[in-house]
C-alpha cells in the first residue's frame, strides 16, 4: 500500500541539454488535443474553419498556455520573488505554472483568433472545451513524475513518499526525511516498513483522474451532439472548479501556506469564480441557439 517516489524527472539528455518529463507531457497534451480537434473539425464542429484555420488556433492556444501559466505562477504564488527579480519569469526550466494563468491565455489567444476570423467567442471556446482536459492528465502526470504538488499526509498506512519533499507539514517530532537519512537508507527504511508516517495522499494522480481522463470523458461524450452555445464552456468551467477545490483539501497548498481557517487554499479562491462563471454559463444555454455542423470545403468536394 505504500509507493516510494523514486522517479528520474529527466524523461532524456540531448548532449547538455535535460529534457524533462513535465515538458514531454506539455507535447504530448498539445498533441492530443490537435489530434482530437482534427477530428471535430473535419465533422464541421467549428463551421467556417479548415485544418489550417484549426492550426493557427492552436498555434495561438499553445502560447497562451505557456505564457498564461508561467505569468499567473508568478502573479499568484511567488509575486514577492517577481517584485524583486522581474526576469526570474523567463526561468521556465525551474518549474512554476498556474492553470488559472493558462485558462487566462488560452481565453486571450482564442478572443484574438475569433476576432480575425470573425466567429462567436464561445462558439470557439466550445470547440476547444474538450480538447483541454488530456492536457491537464497529462500535466497532472508530469508533476507527479517530477515529485511536486504532493498532497497531505494520509496518516492511514498507505500512500506515496516524496523523499525530496521539503516537509513543511511534518508533525511534531518528526523530521524531514532528506534531513534524516541517507538515499540508500531512505531505500532500505521503506524496504523494512519503517516510512509509514511520511506516506502522502498522490494528489496530482487525483487531479490527472478527475481534471483530466473524467472530465474528458465527460466533455466529449457530452459534446458528440449539438449543443446550444455557452453549454460545453459552461460544464468545463463548473466542473474544473469543483474538481479541483475538493482535491484542494488533501493537496498541500501551494508554498505550504493557507489563506485562512487553516484549510482554505489560494487555488481553491481562484476556483469558485469557475464553478460561478460554470452555472452562469449553462444557464445561459438554455437559451441559446444551437451551433450544427457544417462540413469544411475540402470535405464538401470529396
Not at 490537435?34 to 463551421?47: D, H, T, V
Not at 508568478?74 to 512554476?96: C, H, K, Q, S
Not at 519503517?194 to 481534471?211: F, G, N, V, W
Not at 449539438?226 to 468545463?236: D, E, I, Q
Request: net charge neutral; proline share 6%.
Amino acid at each position: 500500500m505504500l509507493f516510494l517516489h523514486d522517479i528520474d524527472p529527466i524523461a532524456f539528455s540531448l548532449g547538455p541539454i535535460d529534457v524533462h518529463w513535465y515538458g514531454v507531457m506539455y507535447l504530448l497534451g498539445f498533441a492530443a488535443a490537435w489530434w482530437l480537434g482534427r477530428s471535430r473539425i473535419l465533422a464541421g464542429r467549428l463551421p467556417g474553419v479548415d485544418m489550417n484555420g484549426f492550426s493557427d488556433l492552436l498555434f495561438y492556444a499553445m502560447l497562451g498556455v505557456v505564457l498564461g501559466g508561467r505569468i499567473g505562477y508568478m502573479l499568484f504564488y511567488a509575486t514577492a520573488d517577481f517584485l524583486a527579480n522581474p526576469l526570474i519569469l523567463l526561468r521556465v526550466w525551474e518549474g512554476g505554472m498556474s492553470f488559472h494563468g493558462g485558462l487566462l491565455g488560452v481565453l486571450i489567444a482564442g478572443w484574438w483568433w475569433t476576432r480575425k476570423h470573425k466567429l462567436h467567442f464561445f462558439d470557439t471556446i466550445d470547440f476547444v472545451a474538450p480538447l483541454v482536459p488530456l492536457g491537464l492528465g497529462f500535466g497532472r502526470l508530469g508533476n507527479f513524475i517530477g515529485g511536486e504538488l504532493y498532497g497531505k499526509f494520509t496518516n492511514a498506512g498507505w500512500g506515496v513518499i516524496f523523499p525530496h519533499s521539503p516537509l513543511k507539514d511534518v508533525p511534531a517530532g518528526l523530521p524531514a526525511m532528506e534531513q534524516l537519512l541517507s538515499a540508500a537508507q531512505i531505500q532500505q527504511d521503506y524496504a523494512a516498513g519503517l516510512l509509514t508516517q511520511y506516506a502522502r495522499h498522490p494528489s496530482q494522480l487525483y487531479e490527472a483522474l478527475l481534471e483530466g481522463l473524467v472530465m474528458f470523458l465527460v466533455l466529449w461524450f457530452y459534446s458528440m451532439k449539438p449543443r446550444p452555445r455557452y453549454a460545453v464552456s459552461g460544464l468545463f468551467a463548473l466542473l474544473y472548479g469543483c474538481f479541483r477545490f475538493l482535491v484542494e483539501f488533501v493537496r498541500m497548498p501551494d508554498n505550504g501556506v493557507y489563506v485562512a481557517f487553516d484549510w482554505l487554499t489560494r487555488g481553491q479562491i481562484l476556483s469558485l469564480p469557475l464553478i460561478v462563471l460554470g452555472l452562469v454559463l449553462l444557464a445561459m444555454s438554455r437559451r441559446a441557439p444551437v451551433l450544427q455542423p457544417v462540413l469544411p470545403l475540402e470535405e464538401k468536394k470529396a
